[in-house]
């Protein structure tokens, strides 16, 4: 009897044993689990917040660049420069902070600060001003470069909207001197200014009665322009021509426009029409730059294009030749449509 009490003693103590080992197991792995969830916990609360902070700062980087585009259109004021302190980051607890120095001589620098919780991002960036003219040829849909033409890009691209039909060469014997590209661009909307220094419903220039530009002339012709054969459009030394044309542009053949200076910048004309045509005849001769977004241009058989040319549809014709001035890249704050973009970034 004594003995059958020592066993069940036994068997009961070793019962106890294994619970006592069971629970002791489960309270272990449990402490681990919980040190390892709370662990994960904190790796994600550190990755949002670092993710948060970045985001903020690249917030006040796009903030900055969006405010020195908005001072371009007022008065240009080197000493006030915009900058912002500890703005909240909307649908988030994050905050950025950004700075803008430097003048128009050395340049901008955008210094941004974002801030989530204990995270802190830092990016910087410097800025340049880019113009409209920073291809030889750009395209909303396509680009025809025909038969034995030329294009010298000198550096520059040609271009068009990767959602257009892209750029189209006929034959081997063409000559291109840059990059094919595809990139959208943002084409701002050129606007006639309220006061110009001449209006014109439509503007005839005969063969024998050159239209000569003296001085800086704002021209605004609602209507069409018609040039006719062995017609001159010239600028005067020291002279510009901005004109805003509304309805279609005809160059007959064998025509010149700007050729005394040579200087495309001294010749810039814009289309402000909804659909517009750009026709240069046959053998003329072109200084000049045409930002015409919702236009067809047409360059005639063996003609010569010095300058850039920004529209919807491009023709180069046989045996024509576009080169492009690397003087249009270098733009300042009174150059139509400028706007500030990011030149180099870092974090």
């Known amino acids: 009897m004594g003995r ?26 449990g402490s681990g689990l919980l ?9 994600a609360v550190r990755a949002t917040s670092e993710i948060a902070a970045r985001t903020a700062a690249d917030a006040g980087l796009t903030k900055a660049v969006f405010e020195m585009n908005e001072k371009l259109d007022s008065s240009w004021d080197d000493n006030t420069m915009p900058q912002a302190i500890n703005e909240t980051l909307p649908g988030c607890d994050a905050t950025f902070s950004y700075t803008v120095t430097g003048d128009a001589s050395s340049g901008y620098t955008v210094e941004c600060i974002g801030n989530s919780g204990q995270a802190q991002k830092e990016v910087s960036a410097t800025l340049r001003l880019k113009g409209l003219f920073e291809n030889a040829i750009y395209a909303e849909d396509s680009i025809l470069i025909e038969n034995d033409s030329l294009v010298d890009a000198s550096g520059a691209d040609i271009v068009t909207n990767p959602d257009g039909a892209g750029t189209t060469i006929t034959n081997e014997s063409t000559i291109l001197d840059g990059d094919i590209t595809e990139e959208h661009l943002d084409l701002p909307e050129i606007s006639v200014p309220d006061e110009v220094d ?12 050159p239209l000569t530009i003296d001085g800086d002339v704002i021209l605004y012709v609602p209507g069409d322009i018609t040039m006719k054969n062995y017609c001159e459009l010239q600028v005067s030394p020291g002279s510009s021509l901005i004109l805003y044309l509304g309805g279609a542009f005809t160059i007959e053949n064998i025509s010149k426009v700007n050729t005394l200076t040579q200087e ?12 517009q045509t750009f026709t240069l005849g046959n053998e003329t001769v072109f200084y000049g730059v045409i930002y015409a977004p919702n236009a067809v241009i047409d360059v005639g058989n063996a ?4 300058g850039a040319i920004v529209a919807d549809n ?10 492009y001035d690397t003087s249009l890249s270098d733009v300042g704050f ?3 449509g400028v706007k500030f973009v990011v030149k180099r970034w870092r974090e």
Request: charged share 20%.
């Open 4 to 29: 059958k009490k020592l066993l069940k003693s036994q068997r009961s103590g070793l019962a106890l044993g294994v619970v006592l080992l069971a629970v002791a197991i489960l309270l272990v792995t």
């Open 35 to 43: 040190s390892l969830g709370m662990h994960g916990r904190m790796l």
């Open 198 to 209: 001449y209006e014109y419903a439509n503007l005839d220039i005969p063969k024998d009665d």
């Open 264 to 275: 495309p910048k001294r010749c810039q004309i814009y289309g402000v029409g909804a659909e």
């Open 303 to 306: 003609t010569i294009v010095h």
């Open 314 to 323: 491009v023709v180069i014709s046989n045996e024509s030749e576009l080169y």
């Open 334 to 336: 009174s150059d139509m």
